[in-house]
């Protein structure tokens, strides 16, 4: 086995079934003069010479079933590399470089009948030789996952790691029947729009981008467009572009045949659609919508599908295709017998109104637009008695947040929750129960869920009949989708399912007492912020869960840039009034972060456990000065010294 370069002049070294395609089309950038990352590839041969040096060949020979597939891929990740190999991949990274990243380059992959897209793995970030070892082993078992149309090896293509400022993928053939490429971008790198997290497209014509973009694309433009067309021209046939944009300019990182493109119809004439008629909106062109609200179209569609399956309760939702001249308000009113009031996400936001008020609002809604037909997705607002969130915990018990009035007591962080643990079979574990003298109400007066002061306290409990259905919805959601947490609403005797987070990480129940909503000790200087500083920070940065994740990212950055963030150093603590979902851009600038009130199922404390970031909630952190050394140990505040003596401060 002789590792090959990937500035290696003889073409003929890059052979598919030695090197697979992805590494092949490298060679071809390469070779069309387009900038790509230095590197080389660990042939197919390597592997099968691995298997030989680790007396393994009856295992892979023998493969037969998932269960053997499973034992192989356990024992690749246990292999010693051959003393050769390794010697020549010492060799190979003292050219290259760390940090690099480890991907497949399979002949199954990239190829022209199939891309195999996300079938096998790639390895970012990788800054040393053990962690380089072991990526290269997991690319190797990737190849043997059940989910893979064939099980055969793979060589493994390792690339000079480059941060990015934006990056993405461009296809030269449009989707939508359009006389320009079609794109799509996130910052810091192609990875988020590969994954899925984080998409959002753009078209690019000789003239340059249509649609909004971040400067380095914009910039980047023509380069990217010339790019395009070289390599489509160099394949001959339509090709799909992975790039990226770093101080340098543009990057290639991959091109491979477009293997299914499907056409969308454009709707060209007045229509409503059911939100569960899956297969005509995926044949239907929804780029005027789905541009905004990507992150949210796929997820949605996935749950109501399976609260349909259960039974679950769901609001009414309908997708609306129209123009001023042809609207139909009939027809929409039909489509919501016994509604009074509507959500309506369009391109400018959401907006939540009584029934009286749609026709107007959408029909200014196009003029101010001038689109040629606008999609609007509208929903159904029930009569909101209560609203919460639910999950299963660590012991399988329901865990529950919830309070009385409509969600903005819990979307702002002003109102604290009352909490519940119930067992499968509806049995009360524990309770608190809260009083609230404010709730958030619908008012005539503004057409919005507003703050309202009530004038005789209410308490925030769920009866019976609502706890069975929330217990209901919480166990069939997390049979199919583990680890689901959920967001209802309470109307009646019903609970009605509203959205759900996806999380990786279990709830323990040893937190719910605690007020642990992310574990973990931490200690450092107290940075108090207030009421007044969060507000601002909100109104600066928006509400992630509505804005586009590219405008949010932009705001991120100009924010943490006003703010000197980067200039955070030593050990600090943040003392903040609630978990509020723009905090999240503070994450890593904190060792840990205290919360006055807050629900273990918002947002942030989500996205806090993903990111392994310890939070508890503290209602007297704010009697505690700001620059106090303070200390958190199994979800108690102590206050001490910088040399660790610490006092809990009763």
Partial sequence: MSIINLADSERENFVVSEVGNKAFNMALIKKCGLRAADGFVIPISAFEETVRDNNAEAQYRDCNGENDFVKLRELIKTFHLPQKILDELRAGMAKTGYPVIVRSSSPLEDGSRTSMAG?????????????????IREVWASAFYNKCMEHKPLAVLIQSYHRAEVGGVIFSQNPFGRDAYYGEFSYGGAEKTVNGEENTGFELSEEGIEGQAPRALAEQSKALYRAV?????????EVDVEWLIDKQGLMILQVRPITALKRRKRINSFAVIDSEAAELLDETDMSDFYDRYMKWYDKRMRLRTICKKHKVHLPIVKYVFYTEQDLDMAAVFNAFPSVNIFKIESEI????????????????????LKRERLIVRIQEITETEGCGNSCIMGDGKIFIECMPGGFGGFLTGALDFSRYIVDDKYHVCQKDILEYDTIWKFTDKTN??????????????????????????????????????????????????????????????????????SAG????????????????????????????????????????????????????????????????????????????????????????????????????????????????????VYEGSRTGDRDEKQ
């Fill in 229 to 237: 067309a070289v390599l489509r021209d160099e394949l001959g046939c």
């Fill in 349 to 368: 936001g959401i907006r939540t109104m009584k029934k009286e008020l749609v026709e107007g609002f959408l029909a200014e809604l196009y003029r101010s």
């Fill in 521 to 636: 000790d931490f200690e450092g200087e107290l940075n108090i912020m207030t009421i007044d500083e969060l507000e601002d920070m909100k109104k600066q940065l928006g509400t992630r869960s509505v804005i586009a994740e590219g405008a949010f990212l932009m705001r991120q950055k100009e924010y943490l840039d006003s703010k000197r963030f980067h200039e955070n150093g030593g050990r600090k603590v943040l003392a903040a009034p609630y978990p509020a979902p723009c905090l999240s851009v503070l994450i890593p600038y904190y060792d840990g972060f205290i919360f006055s009130r807050g629900g273990a199922l918002s947002h942030l404390a989500i996205i806090l456990r993903e990111q392994k970031k310890p939070a508890v909630i503290d209602e007297g952190i704010y009697d505690r000065a700001d620059k106090a050394w303070v200390a958190v140990k199994s979800g108690v």
């Fill in 448 to 517: 919005r869920f507003e703050k309202t002061v009530l004038e005789s306290p209410v308490k925030g409990e769920l009866s019976e009949t609502q706890l069975r259905e929330i217990v209901d919805m919480t166990v069939a959601i997390n049979r199919e989708i583990p680890n689901a947490k959920l967001e209802f609403e309470v109307a009646g005797e019903h609970a009605f399912f509203n959205d759900a987070t996806l999380e990786n990480e279990d709830f323990e129940v040893s937190d719910v007492a605690k007020r642990v909503i």
């Fill in 119 to 135: 079938m096998y793995l790639s390895v970012g970030n990788v800054s040393d030789e053990q962690a380089l070892l072991a990526a």
